[in-house]
């Protein structure tokens, strides 16, 4: 089975590095064409991807799948419409291949250009969802590259029925069908031997829990961009705007909390904690927050607030909870979020523009907000048009990755006969 | 012991976390005063420094190293000299850190600026050379990352007094004495060790041969950058001015074979091949080179040439060897280039600018040359003023990997309290 498993794996990394090379000699309209087809292919096959997906969800029921697992992997036409548009979508975005990223001429006449082209072929380690499926495949193949999907088995139909119908809409527009290929194997081992596959695979980005990212990330040969957890904090300083500050902890605790880029801490300057706390709590409270905080918080607020443990200041709650702490100052702020924090996405608010760059320069995190809400740290807002993720990762890829995350550089050296002395 | 030796590293992953927080902070004049420091020190401690690699020497030579090691492993005063030259010419180079690589405002006002940062702490192996100690941590300085470093035994007594000195550079002028670490231990477990404190170190860089890199690759936890081979190639294509093409191979061969960026194969375009080979293999032969040819090769050069095995075609000779391969057509160039190279260096001499574009574009390699050797992937060649090494990776760095190449990067983010909707 395992040597079976081998030769399948085996098989689909020489299909993937193939279909990389005619990919990265694909024109853009040629890609639109291709994801205009897969769009068209999705929305013809909605009864064939609803009855796979029916089968799916059955199956997880019968094996005893908690219903948020279900949920997430649960389609209807509605959903399946909203793929097709996703799909369309990425044809709008601006195709980052073949752009010139710098060129220069050296003074021995050498002209040198670096040029974008695809990274070669990408593996996208996923759980759940069947839309990843798509929308991983329509970025990937937008930039060029050959992508290897492997779901998890709670969808394995629907995502087996997704990929087909984008390898369909690849070969009736004349790219390889095997550009999109999905593992055909729910087995543990295949991700395990996904990663060793660096013969064929340039990049790994395993897309769901911290168990998942880390299996993957001890077993790669090749580079992995994780997507860990966001324990991000929001910093109320002395010169803060104090009803701003509460309108933007509303929104980075309440809006959505099952989000990484929402917060899970809030530091407070204890000289505005008087005046400030007592209304801020009052406005989580009422949207149903609990408040977990050091003891001038509990002193402040009174016994409704839970009394903070050590463990709080570094829980990804991804819920309506609140951890509150004070700090006699910025720099107190600043070693916190620096201890405790993911380096994911952290906010001060201020009217204090030195404080602010102190904050922003001092907070070693992927994205560093000054009175906005860190929900903004996405691909989408920050005009991206499109997001594989979030890395919190510093190589290569860090924050949202957009298209242009997604592509690797050559450089082009044009001469006139010039050689080494 | 191994737990020993987990104790030291895990100590020394810690004060390199704490050094990199100082050395993000860290102004462009203070790095420079650092490494004008530690370029005094390399010079004062000349003394030390030979008695160490005097010791280094000797104790290679009783454990039966062989010639060439010891060669790369010896200094004299003025391989010192010009180390410390090496370390002064960082000075001049410009700081990437903080430079804005983009900046834009997005229609709900937010401006978004992408600003250069340090990676953090920076993990280096290498063997022999003991100039990498303070090449690769004056390079790291520059761009505010803190480095461990674990260099080989043949030279570990000449790698403790240069880090040393390195250090006492640091801390004489406020930055941390911990800036620069180098493992104590030439215990092979250190290296495991050191792949798996990804908590601590951000990259490692290995600098060596493919079996120091796969060792690497295969327990590093983190990103790692590698250096492979280079087989390159260099393509003689119809319409080539047969004299440049004649100069190039020699240049590219010849210059410094042991060079990575040297060619190992020539393809030549059979309807140039009876104007062109004679002339070239004369000039290659002059110089000591041997040609290893396919069937039409040795038939138009006879008996002189060495019949290639397939295994030639995927050798990096690193030495005087030429393996010369005709073809009919550009395609079967780039296709030979695509299967048997390693895509970092290749290069097609042509006046028909229609072929060379399509060459340029075909060929996946790090650098893709018109017209000028191979030799010139380099960065210092490219104007980068220094480099850490040449990648072969398509993650992060490809090709040379300068200043910029040492750096990551975050988002700072301004508003006036914008909200998530």
């Known amino acids: 089975m395992t040597q079976r498993l081998t030769d399948v794996l085996e098989e689909i990394g020489r299909q993937a590095a193939g279909a990389s090379r005619e990919l990265a000699q694909a024109t853009t309209a040629q890609k639109n064409e291709a994801l205009l087809a897969i769009a068209r292919r999705i929305q013809q096959e909605t009864p064939a991807i609803l009855?796979?997906?029916?089968?799916?969800?059955?199956?997880?029921?019968?094996?005893?799948?908690?219903?948020?697992?279900?949920?997430?992997?649960?389609l209807d036409s509605k959903r399946i419409q909203s793929i097709a548009n996703s799909v369309r979508d990425v044809v709008q975005l601006p195709d980052p291949i073949g752009s010139v990223i710098a060129e220069w001429t050296r003074p021995n006449g050498l002209r040198i250009s670096k040029k974008r082209v695809p990274i070669g072929v990408i593996g996208i380690i996923y759980e759940s969802r069947p839309n990843v499926t798509t929308d991983a495949a329509s970025l990937c193949l937008k930039t060029g590259n050959a992508v290897i999907l492997r779901g998890g088995s709670e969808a394995i139909r629907s995502n087996t029925v997704l990929a087909e119908a984008v390898s369909h809409g690849c070969s009736e527009t004349g790219l390889p069908e095997t550009s999109v290929q999905i593992v055909p194997s729910t087995d543990r081992a295949a991700v395990t031997l996904m990663a060793q596959l660096d013969r064929y695979i340039h990049?790994?980005?395993?897309?769901?829990?911290?168990?998942?990212?880390?299996?993957?990330?001890?077993?790669?040969?090749?580079?992995?961009?994780?997507?860990?957890?966001?324990?991000?904090?929001?910093?109320?300083?002395?010169?803060?705007?104090?009803?701003?500050?509460?309108?933007?902890?509303?929104?980075?605790?309440c809006q959505r909390p099952s989000a990484c880029n929402s917060i899970e801490t809030m530091l407070v300057h204890e000289s505005v904690a008087h005046q400030f706390l007592p209304q801020c709590a009052a406005a989580l409270w009422e949207r149903g927050v609990e408040i977990r905080g050091d003891s001038m918080t509990q002193q402040i607020l009174g016994s409704r607030v839970v009394p903070a443990t050590e463990q709080d200041w570094r829980t990804e709650y991804?819920?309506?909870?609140?951890?509150?702490?004070?700090?006699?100052?910025?720099?107190?702020?600043?070693?916190?979020?620096?201890?405790?924090?993911?380096?994911?996405?952290?906010?001060?608010?201020?009217?204090?523009?030195?404080?602010?760059?102190?904050?922003?320069?001092?907070?070693?995190?992927?994205?560093?907000?000054?009175?906005?809400?860190p929900r903004f740290n996405d691909g989408g807002e920050f005009g991206f048009g499109a997001e594989i993720g979030i890395s919190t990762d510093r190589l290569h890829a860090r924050g949202p990755m957009g298209l242009e995350e997604l592509t690797s550089y050559k450089y082009l050296v044009e001469g006139d006969g010039q050689v080494r002395e």
Chains 1, 2 share one sequence.
């Open 51 to 74: 009855a796979a997906n029916e089968a799916d969800v059955r199956a997880g029921a019968e094996s005893g799948l908690n219903s948020a697992m279900l949920d997430r992997a649960r």
């Open 318 to 373: 991804l819920d309506l909870i609140l951890a509150v702490r004070m700090v006699r100052s910025l720099d107190e702020a600043i070693d916190h979020i620096d201890a405790h924090g993911s380096h994911h996405s952290d906010a001060i608010v201020t009217e204090d523009s030195a404080a602010a760059q102190k904050f922003l320069n001092g907070v070693d995190s992927a994205a560093v907000f000054w009175n906005a809400s």
């Open 203 to 253: 990049l790994i980005i395993p897309r769901g829990g911290r168990a998942l990212i880390e299996a993957v990330t001890a077993s790669a040969r090749m580079p992995v961009i994780k997507h860990y957890d966001g324990i991000c904090a929001l910093y109320v300083d002395p010169a803060a705007d104090l009803q701003m500050a509460e309108q933007i902890v509303v929104n980075a605790k």
